[in-house]
């Protein structure tokens, strides 16, 4: 367990870098971004967008479901890209459901188009995964933290202590956890948790962010 939790951390890292160097480039595309959360995901990602200066003409997000499990935002992914096809899909998971795994192979499974007798190879959905829960990558806006979680309700007090109100129905988390400032320093804490769960193999607290938000930069229009 603590090799395959060592590998998933360099995966990430390998992904975040590869994602940097496309923002520097700064491409064009569009995105689709499924979160199994009903509410704090889309809303912190509507917040982020915007911040970015996307629309929703280039990034769709779709918000979670009730009671979804990590394998029904997956295939929901899969039913919107048929649908609507965009450049990119990505789902947004908690690693405490207990379907991770079955939906991460779903995601290996090239999207098709509607209509497409063929899959598109190079069109996979791509996940981000927060451990145990999104609230770790809230936290990392305020301070850096390896404190081992296993469940939201670890997470949460943590929270609380820089967002004593914190709810999960909040529209304008994005600003809460301090904007674009914020932003900043959860991207410099990342790397750092990363590297001391690759030493320890230590599953939580991680998180995946970093990657969909160099991502999205690609999409961020030339200022």
């Not at 995901?41 to 970015?52: Q, S």
């Not at 499974?109 to 770790?136: D, H, M, W, Y």
Request: include cysteine.
């Amino acid at each position: 367990m603590q090799e395959k939790n060592a590998k998933r951390g360099r995966l990430a890292k390998e992904r975040a870098k590869a994602e940097r160097k496309k923002a520097g480039r700064r491409e064009t595309g569009s995105a689709l971004l499924v979160c199994e959360g009903e509410c704090t995901e889309p809303y912190y990602l509507k917040g982020l967008l915007h911040h970015f200066g996307i629309n929703s003409a280039s990034v769709e997000v779709l918000p979670g479901q009730s009671n979804s499990n990590a394998v029904a935002v997956v295939n929901r992914a899969r039913e919107r890209f048929e649908q609507v096809p965009r450049d990119r899909v990505f789902v947004l998971i908690d690693a405490e459901q207990a379907d991770l795994d079955q939906a991460l192979k779903i995601c290996k499974t090239p999207l098709q188009r509607g209509n497409q007798k063929k899959a598109i190879p190079e069109i996979r959905i791509e996940p981000i995964i927060s451990a145990p829960c999104f609230e770790v990558w809230l936290l990392l806006h305020f301070r850096y933290c390896d404190q081992p979680f296993r469940v939201f309700t670890d997470v949460l007090p943590e929270l609380r202590v820089h967002l004593p109100e914190y709810s999960k129905a909040d529209r304008d988390i994005f600003s809460r956890v301090g904007g674009g400032e914020g932003l900043q320093r959860a991207l410099l804490h990342i790397p750092r948790l990363r590297t001391a769960s690759e030493n320890t193999g230590a599953r939580s607290p991680a998180s995946d962010m970093d990657v969909l938000v160099e991502a999205l930069r690609t999409i961020a229009p030339q200022e």
